[in-house]
């Protein structure tokens, strides 16, 4: 069974910073890729990264040079560092995987930007 369990959200300042952690099982955790998403307000789900099975990273323009996604295989666990936080990056963020044909998502923790 696949499981997904985000934890790190919070309320923090505008050019603050905060670290999502994505603690995984129930599958290989160092053959997939995998993904950070946010969702704000009134907004449709968005991708923020990527993590390839190596070192490979991807990341919109909104969230490039800010956020950096990581992985440590050991430890079955991705995250996101976020950096220079606005309060347009206020949103639920999600870990994703896709995972035999189908996505997974965890439940999702709360990041709020704002004075």
């Known amino acids: 069974q696949v499981r997904l369990v985000e934890s790190g959200g919070g309320l923090v300042q505008p050019g603050g910073s905060l670290r999502l952690s994505c603690a995984a099982s129930?599958?290989?955790?160092?053959?997939?890729?995998l993904n950070w998403y946010r969702q704000g307000p009134g907004n449709e789900r968005e991708l923020v990264a990527t993590?390839?099975?190596?070192?490979?990273?991807i990341y919109p323009d909104s969230v490039k040079g800010r956020f950096t996604i990581s992985r440590d295989n050991a430890k079955m666990t991705m995250y996101l560092q976020m950096n220079s936080l606005k309060p347009e990056d206020t949103a639920v963020y999600y870990c994703?995987?896709?995972?035999?044909?189908?996505?997974?998502w965890g439940q999702g923790t709360q990041v709020t930007v704002s004075s």
């Open positions: 129930g599958f290989t955790f160092s053959l997939y890729s």
């Open positions: 993590i390839g099975t190596v070192t490979s990273t």
């Open positions: 994703n995987i896709n995972w035999r044909g189908r996505p997974y």
